[in-house]
């Protein structure tokens, strides 16, 4: 298993009458960031947003009554994995998953890549300063 840095970005639907007409109008920004291990970077992704989001989102689902099925979803990895979607957004390469309400978009980058650009950001804050 390889070790991912994972940034979860959340975004409201402007209107969850309607999500697709004005899609993600109401960004929230960076949700949550984490480490996790993963077979793969959607494997890492799931697995950061069931960690993150989906473990408190099933209590509460369990509160409300909800089915089931809707509960054991968020806690599933798996499941997770299965819908989330690859897209290029604003913030990058990343895996984004869509509830109808909000959506979740997960920026998954390994140790090593972040280390490389924590390297070339203080180098390039080094020659700023410099001038």
């Not at 970005?9 to 109008?25: G, I, S, V």
Request: overall charge positive; hydrophobic content about 40%.
């Amino acid at each position: 298993m390889t070790k991912f840095t994972c940034r979860i970005y959340c975004y409201y639907h402007a209107d969850p009458e309607n999500p697709r007409e004005e899609w993600a109008t109401k960004p929230v920004g960076l949700y949550s960031r984490t480490t996790v291990s993963g077979w793969s970077r959607r494997h890492a992704a799931a697995k950061a947003y069931v960690i993150e989001s989906g473990a408190l989102r099933s209590a509460v689902f369990q509160r409300l009554g909800s089915p089931e099925p809707a509960v054991q979803f968020e806690k599933s990895v798996v499941k997770v994995a299965r819908v989330m979607k690859r897209s290029q957004s604003c913030k990058g390469d990343c895996y984004f998953f869509d509830n109808g309400v909000e959506v979740f978009y997960v920026v998954v980058t390994t140790i090593a890549e972040e280390r490389r650009v924590t390297q070339f950001l203080k180098a390039a804050v080094r020659v700023m300063c410099m001038n």
